[in-house]
């Protein structure tokens, strides 16, 4: 069974530098996966981040940018604000248009 | 700007059928550019997808669900249902439609709390 993997929780310090990241049990993430990356504050519904990678979706301030890292997908926040806190969760999309969510993040600033 | 609404029954009984509802403002699903997902989030988990509704008769679906769901379009009313069969308590989540206009699921619904329980 395929599996997409997230650390189960982070914590930064204000103004600080964190990265999460998206890993995949049966091999390396890739550009290919097309990795997506969505923002979720308790009640609400998730809000996009990123997309194909390292695209930011509109409104999104630019403190927030994915990328590759190694084998796996990473978003990193750089300085991060309090109203960053929040869950985030990484998104791939596999063949045949199917997409697995990773588990999530909950991160403390 | 727009607006995706998701209703439908709070209560559903174990071996009946989920059945949801999303109403689209400000986008016409028959438009082919656009694709329209359900994704759901049990209490206090993480989300998961549970299908994609491309055009008439393409859709994909989460393959452990895959036997028990359908996604449909209703053009007239501008309307995505959901439906899922056979439920059981796992079953029981907070469940979103989406909208995919060239942006991963670029447009979300607030959401709807479905319980599953005699």
């Known amino acids: 069974q395929v599996v997409v993997t997230q650390e189960p929780s982070f914590s930064v310090s204000p103004g600080g530098t964190v990265t999460l990241t998206c890993a995949l049990n049966?091999?390396?993430?890739?550009?290919?996966?097309?990795p997506s990356w969505y923002q979720q504050t308790p009640g609400q519904p998730p809000r996009t981040l990123i997309y194909s990678t390292n695209t930011r979706s509109s409104r999104v301030p630019d403190r927030f940018s994915g990328s590759i890292l190694g084998n796996k997908a990473a978003l990193t926040i750089t300085g991060a604000q309090a109203d960053d806190e929040s869950d985030y969760y990484c998104a791939l999309f596999l063949e045949n248009d199917t997409v697995l969510f990773g588990g999530g993040t909950k991160l403390t600033v | 700007q727009v607006r995706l609404q998701e209703s439908g029954p709070g209560l559903v009984k174990p071996s009946e059928t989920l059945s949801l509802t999303c109403t689209v403002s400000g986008a016409s699903i028959r438009r082919s550019s656009y694709f329209w997902a359900w994704i759901r989030q049990p209490p206090g988990k993480g989300l998961e997808w549970i299908g994609t509704?491309?055009?008439?008769?393409?859709?994909r679906y989460n393959p452990s669900l895959k036997s028990r769901v359908t996604i449909s379009a209703d053009t007239s009313v501008n309307q995505i249902s959901l439906n899922l069969t056979s439920v059981t308590a796992a079953d029981t989540a907070v469940y979103f439609c989406a909208m995919v206009r060239g942006v991963p699921f670029d447009y979300w619904g607030q959401g709807t709390l479905v319980s599953v329980s005699s």
């Open positions: 509704f491309f055009h008439i008769g393409e859709s």
């Open positions: 049966s091999g390396s993430v890739s550009s290919s996966y097309y």
